[in-house]
DNA sequence: CATCGGTGGTGCGAAAACGATCCGGATGGA
DNA sequence: TCCATCCGGATCGTTTTCGCACCACCGATG
């Protein structure tokens, strides 16, 4: 008989494309899953993968297992998401996604408060920055900031939240050494894998030198407040930061609207309905701040 | 995560009602699904089942999670049945070879459900009594049983099976007859060529007159059936037959051990090896039949 | 050409799962 | 009533599985 959890092996494998890959995801040794695998093979009596230096590549027979696999996942989903759904208790496991930087310098504290209200709630914050998957069941309550509705998956319920804006921000004193007249080039910080936003401009500051890049939005604003240059940054974390200013005359611009996202059958629990109310009035009130409407412009 | 596997316990605890029926039909220990389904259900946070003095009956959760069970389980045969239908070297013939008794009586309907599975496997049971000889190709499996290991071909590739017990028995009602004083001898009823084994005593009831002699073994049960006497039988024989009972007193004795032999190129072909595996599987299930412990002595 | 990060694959000791066995209790007949 | 036969559950060695540390190999990169 065929072990079915082999088939979540070999679905992370195909998924990866390969096997340390796949480890990596499920969170296991990379030789467990070359075992399963080989074990599933075995037992099926046919290769799923060709072996290649590179990876493991699917067969023929692989493509057409990985579709009933796939199947065999959305059973399992649809059997998972029933059960939780079905829970009506206030104790239990709540997981939520966000971005980092949503985390870091504005919700926390909310979500701390929260727990502190429902000390029998479980609460995950899975703020790693890859997008959980709330129909895999990854995670329950996502929240992201999206720029257009339409984006939106449409399985997914979604409350509307306010929107976001970002400015340009430079260090409080860098700016004052610059009205100083400080000779220091003032250079872009930018985000390796973002660069610079093509509605940033540097406003009446003017910009010099190479960019500085930085891989995570941590780096970037500490390398902000050392002085190093200006950056992009949303509204709610460089009005916030008692070090940071807006550059003058730079606009703001929109990023996006904030969205409580939650799934199907999770909507319905208590401790979701809960903190999507709980987390829907807090963000209502950050709503001036998020808009950058928090502070007066200088 | 939920383990895919936990899934099928839960299936097959919720099909049969209890947990050791379960167990029984999925060829393990009860305490592997006992503890497979509650780890299950610590997973998923909510209980499948209602724990009756009486089996596992299931909750509304439970009732909700067996749609999906069942929709996983579906896909799960698609699954197999695709990648056995796509493997091309799976068509031709299989040529098997055992004893007439082993055939008739405990692995027919396992051979035909293997047909059903294969449906292109063209199959050739060789039962007729004659040893067929592998190294000469005449057949491309044998079932035989083995009282020395010794004795296998040493060229030939075996895979151990259960340990196969005899008894000595008679029909009930010659029994119930006996029990009743009833003055009728009881015979010895023999294969001519066998003779009565030396291990092989009349037990409680005394054995007289003269043998009755019958050429195959199936004229044997049948002459057994009518109450002309006892015999010896081979324990999945005689304790499967309804009309049949072990003579109280006589011991049983291992007649051997069920080996599946294959030999050399025909080993590595998928259909001989799937055959291989499935009736070593079904033949694990039948140890305590073949045994002789599958009824309590009397 | 050396290095470095990636791949699949392999032994070995630790850890988890398993099977065998016993137990207490419910249940249905003799 | 007593006994046999189910049931779920707990315990205890043993087997299987897993994670870890390696290895060889490949390709890109400095």
């Not at 709630?121 to 890859?130: A, F, K, N, P, R």
């Not at 005359?249 to 990023?255: C, F, I, K, S, V």
Request: proline share 5%; with cysteine; glycine share 8%.
């Amino acid at each position: 008989m065929v072990d079915w959890d082999d088939v979540r092996y070999f679905l992370a494998a195909a998924r990866e494309g390969s096997v340390r890959a796949a480890a990596k995801r499920l969170g296991v040794n990379h030789a467990t899953v070359l075992r399963r695998i080989a074990q599933l093979e075995e037992r099926l009596g046919a290769q799923m993968f060709e072996k290649l230096p590179s990876g493991y590549r699917l067969t023929a027979a692989g493509e057409e297992v990985l579709e009933f696999a796939h199947q065999m996942e959305a059973s399992s989903h649809l059997l998972e998401t029933r059960v939780f759904g079905r829970d009506e208790s206030v104790r239990g496991l709540l997981r939520v996604t966000l971005a980092p930087p949503l985390a870091a310098h504005l919700l926390m504290p909310d979500f701390a408060d929260f727990a502190r209200l429902h000390p029998d709630i479980e609460m995950d914050i899975l703020s790693s920055g890859e997008l959980a998957n709330l129909t895999n069941r990854e995670a329950d309550v996502a929240i992201r900031v999206v720029y257009d509705r339409k984006t939106l998956p449409p399985n997914l319920h979604g409350l509307k939240g306010p929107e976001v804006f970002g400015g340009v921000y430079i260090a409080r004193d860098r700016l004052a050494a610059w009205r100083a007249g400080a000779p220091d080039p003032i250079r872009w910080i930018v985000i390796s894998s973002h660069g610079i936003p093509d509605w940033a401009s540097a406003g009446e500051v003017g910009a010099a030198g190479v960019p500085f890049r930085t891989t995570d939005a941590e780096a970037q604003i500490v390398a902000v407040r050392q002085g190093l240059g200006m950056t992009t940054l949303p509204c709610f974390v460089g009005d916030a930061d008692p070090l940071l200013a807006r550059v003058p005359g730079a606009d703001l611009h929109m990023y996006g609207t904030l969205w409580l996202l939650t799934q199907g059958e999770t909507r319905k629990t208590k401790r979701v309905r809960l903190f999507t109310e709980f987390v829907s009035r807090r963000l209502a009130a950050y709503a001036p701040l998020l808009a950058g409407l928090s502070i007066s412009r200088d």
